[in-house]
Structure formats: C-alpha cells, structure tokens
C-alpha cells in the first residue's frame, strides 16, 4: 500500500480551483475540526500582498482532499507572511450563522417551553431537550453560541457544521467505534496505523456520588383571626311623658350571631316587630389580615449515586414548597351591612347573608426531580476514571476509516471507545492529530414544576 499524497489535496476559492493558478503552498494548508464552536483553516498564497490576484475577504473557501470536500468556509483574514507570500485564514459556517444574533427565553411561560422546540427555532430539530428547564433568557446571541450553549444542557452532547451546510449531533458515549492498530515494535509501520499516542488516565476527580444540596425547604402556613357578624334592632325613644305599656321591653340591640367557616351568616326571622321599634339593622363585622406565616424552612440535601467518594453540588436555586389555599377576607371591606326601616307593628324578615371573599392559593412544587436529573448529568462526567489523550494517524487513515466527530475509537492494549473532541490536519507533516476524551452518555428528561 502506498499514501495517497500531497498531490491529491485541492483549494477553491468561490468555487475556483486556485491551487495552481494562485500557488498555493501545499505544505501550509490545515484545518481543524472541533465541537460547538467554529472551524478554521489556514494556507499560504506565494504571491505578494500588493498582487491584484490576492483573495478578498468574505470569498468562500473549499479545500478538497482525495476528491472529497473536508473544509467549507470564509475568508475572514488576510495578512502578509513574508514579501513574497499572504496567508489567508478561514472560518466555516458556524462563524456565518454566528453573526446572525437572536433574542429568546426558555421556561414555563417564556418564547419557547422546551430546548428542543427553542432548537428547532434555531434550525436544529433534533430529539433532545424535551423537558422545561430553570427561566432562561438568551438577548443578542449568536445562532450558534446559541446551539451550543442548549445542546450540552440536554445532555452529553456536541454538534457542529459539516463541509455540505448541515448539521450534526454528536452523542458522547455513544457512535460508531473504530479500532486502529498501534505500532509494534519490530515490524513495519502500516499506511493505516497509529502513528504515535500519548494517553493519560485521571483518578483526581472521580467520585462515586453527588451530595446534592437543594434550597430551603419551604412551608407555608396561615394566620387565621377571628371575625363574627351580628343582628342589632334600634328602638325609638320612650319620652317620660309616654304612659304607654308596650309587649317589648325598650332593648338597646339583639346579640351577635354564630356563623358557619363558609363565611355565610345564618339569621332567624326576626319577628319581634312593635311600635317602639323604629329601625332593624343586619351587620356583618370581620377581622382578617390574611397573611402567609413562613412555619419553616430548612435546606433540603440528597445524595445521587453510592459509595463513599462524593463531591457537593449546589443547586440552592432549586426547592421544595409546601402551600396553602385560604380565603382572603382582606380584599373585602372591614364591614357590611344594611339597615330597613319599620312601620310599627310591623314584621321584618332577612335572608341569609354570603360573604364571598376570593380565595387565594399559594403554590406547592418540588424541585427534587429536576435536580436529581441534573445531578445524575454531572456524575456522568466524573462516575469514572477520566481518559484523556492524543494520537496520530495518517490522512490515509482517517479516509480508510472514515474517521469523524462523531466515531469513538480503541487502540488495541491502549485504550478502548473514546470519543473524538477534535481533529487537525497538517498537510506539511501528513499527519492528523485526534484528541480523545472518555464520556458517559446521559440524556436528560425532566422538567421543572411550575412555581405559579
């Protein structure tokens, strides 16, 4: 087997072959790949910057390998090397939707319930984010920062723009793998294995379990004050003059009446009418301030996973609250009543009275699932040793293979499925470096009460 070569690869500019024409230094080109942020590339014209050839900004970008498009982008810079030479370096799409900015928020009530409907706005409508998390306001960001700051609250994920326009989620813990060859010692290098590989493994920070310490633990209660409501009857002056002998002894008012909790006063027919009497009056007379008393409140701690390893997790924005559904008197007057006239000897009927204060509910919610959710996230990432490394193949191999973003690889004897957080080709060496990185795959579900 023999390398494909240097001369297989090719760069366009506005869809122009500019390889030859413009001298393109082979040996400068590279580019690399990397998640939620942008990717660049980098080559170098032999021609000086005073040349009317030189590109302009904002010309688009096409390098080619093997016939197969690996990089699409723009010219953002354009900068004098040496007299002779201009390197031009380039950003792809994502730098493009960037400059596109976007205002939103994300909650109960908000622009957009979810991430996964707020991501289908963005153009992204993948199958993550279909929970309602924490209020949360996105003013005057870029596209894809905005992609990317949703993506890897859903879980363990990654996205980024492919060289054709679209785009592509990358599930951590998850995809293809693919497994390579490390050099053995005394035998030949083949086209298709590791080149070199350095690999660390990582015990510091691994813990088996979450304490999670949520925010207070709220109850509610409720301060009920005594209220009442009554009959009275007002008589007419009896002059000394007035020899009259009347049925009804001269009475300055009937007493309060008992009430039911309802708030609906039950009177009896008053029928003691008689001349002396000159007026009777129904009269409803409360106290009730209404208020919500605070009985107690206490953090709220859990733990997530088992062992005896943990690390604190502080989610004191995150609580549980007990509430409570009283009747507001406070939002009626202090007092009612109404007043009818009597002719002598004459009966007075009143129907019951219903004092109808709105009633006011104070919520209950408990954030214990959400937070358990998140908790179990931020396990996922420190649950295990952490595998960090670098190798080094040939373009050969990665087209071999078929090596992207989204594959995990194992070394036989070196390490097995780790994922892939970037890739840069280097066409002076031949080389494509990879950095690899171990993950646990967690997908998160649950949404968070509502707090109204």
């Not at 009317?52 to 970008?61: D, E, Q």
């Not at 723009?74 to 031009?88: A, D, F, H, K, R």
């Not at 009446?257 to 009056?281: F, R």
């Amino acid at each position: 087997m023999s390398a494909l070569g240097k001369s297989y690869f090719k760069v366009k500019i506005n869809s122009i072959d500019i390889t030859s024409s413009l001298n393109v230094i082979v040996d400068s080109i590279r580019w690399m790949e990397v998640l939620n942020a942008s990717w660049e590339a980098d080559f170098t014209l032999a021609l000086p910057y005073d040349s009317i050839l030189k590109p302009t900004k904002g010309h688009s970008v096409d390098i080619y390998f093997n016939n197969i498009l690996k990089f699409h982008g723009y010219i953002t810079s354009i900068s004098s090397s040496s007299s002779e030479s201009i390197s031009i370096h380039c950003e792809d799409e994502y730098h493009i939707l960037n400059r596109d900015t976007v205002d939103f928020s994300v909650g109960h009530g908000e622009t957009y319930s979810t991430y996964k409907i707020a991501l289908a706005s963005l153009n992204f409508p993948e199958d993550i984010g279909n929970f309602t998390p924490e209020d949360e306001t996105y003013n005057e960001i870029g596209k894809s920062d905005a992609i990317s700051q949703i993506v890897v609250k859903c879980g363990s994920f990654g996205w980024y723009i492919q060289p054709n326009g679209t785009y592509k989620l990358q599930t951590l813990g998850l995809g293809t793998i693919i497994t390579l060859n490390r050099q053995v010692l005394g035998s030949n290098l083949g086209l298709y294995d590791v080149i070199s590989h350095s690999i660390t493994e990582n015990d510091t920070e691994k813990v088996d379990k979450l304490k999670v310490i949520m925010g207070d633990d709220v109850h509610k209660g409720h301060n009920n004050e005594w209220w009442g409501a009554g009959l009275r009857t007002a008589f007419r002056p009896k002059y000394d003059d007035d020899n009259t002998i009347y049925a009804i002894n001269y009475i300055s008012e009937a007493g309060w009446m008992d009430v039911d909790g309802s708030g609906k006063v039950y009177y009896a027919n008053h029928q003691d009418a008689d001349e002396n009497i000159c007026a009777v009056y129904q009269l409803a007379e409360y106290a009730h301030n209404g208020e919500i008393v605070l009985e107690t409140t206490n953090p709220y701690i859990f733990y997530v996973g088992t062992g005896t390893i943990y690390k604190t997790l502080n989610l004191s924005g995150l609580n549980r609250q007990y509430g409570v559904t009283y009747l507001d008197w406070t939002q009626l007057s202090t007092s009612w009543g109404e007043q009818r006239t009597l002719l002598p000897n004459q009966e007075q009927h009143y129907d019951p009275v219903v004092l109808t204060p709105p009633t006011v509910i104070v919520p209950t919610w408990d954030d214990t699932a959400y937070a358990t959710d998140m908790a179990t996230l931020e396990l996922s990432k420190l649950s295990r040793t952490k595998i960090t490394g670098q190798i080094q193949v040939t373009f050969d191999c990665i087209e071999y293979y078929g090596i992207n973003l989204t594959k995990r690889i194992t070394i036989d004897g070196i390490c097995s499925a780790l994922n892939i957080k970037s890739i840069s080709y280097d066409v002076n060496s031949y080389l494509v470096t990879i950095n690899l990185e171990s993950e646990n795959y967690y997908k998160r579900s649950v949404s968070i009460p509502s707090h109204e």
